[in-house]
């Protein structure tokens, strides 16, 4: 079945983006930006692209979730025996990329992942719902499995060994921090005339540089 979406298209707003309004720093112009995707009622604002590569350079991406961010860099947790941690150990350069398609903009990071301290990751861990802490247990995160029922023959598992007492941190689930290199702010426009400006990391700080739609 072919389907021609060459007539879907959508005109975006004059709103613009002028050089003398971004922020001389990069995650303070990210803060700006997602306490107003926060505002605007955005479905999980948080919620990103992650772009990875492995060993032989095939790319592949999925959306997870950022759950802090500061000037050394923006935090996702996940299984370490996953298919995402197995490709950040063979080629640590990732991508992020923030959708916030309802405000017209997308931000882009480039940068070097690298995972956090376990300390660090306990201290979130210890903030995540019960059964979320029972779930870290229970999948062998990208595995192929027989059936979803094995999955619930694990729960149910996980949750009679835990039955009478707190969850503990599993050795191989936790944090990865992404250094960011690059980022890019992107604000639609009309005509297709996008506004764009990349933050690269120089020695003496953030050089800022307009880009062509």
Known sequence: MAMDLADLRKEYSDRGLRREELDADPVNQFALWFRQATDAGVHEPNAMTLATVDAGGTPLQRTVLLKRFDRDGFVFFTNYGSRKAAQIAANPKVCLLFPWITLERQVIIQGVAEKISTAESLRYFLTRPRESQIGAWVSNQSDAIASRKV?????????????????????????????????????????RLHDRFLYTRRDAGWEISRLSP
């Open 151 to 191: 999955l619930m023959q694990k729960l149910d598992e996980i949750r009679s060994r835990f039955r009478d007492g707190e969850v503990p941190l599993p050795s191989f689930w936790g944090g990865y921090r992404v250094t960011p290199a690059t980022i890019e702010f992107w604000q639609g426009g009309s005509a």
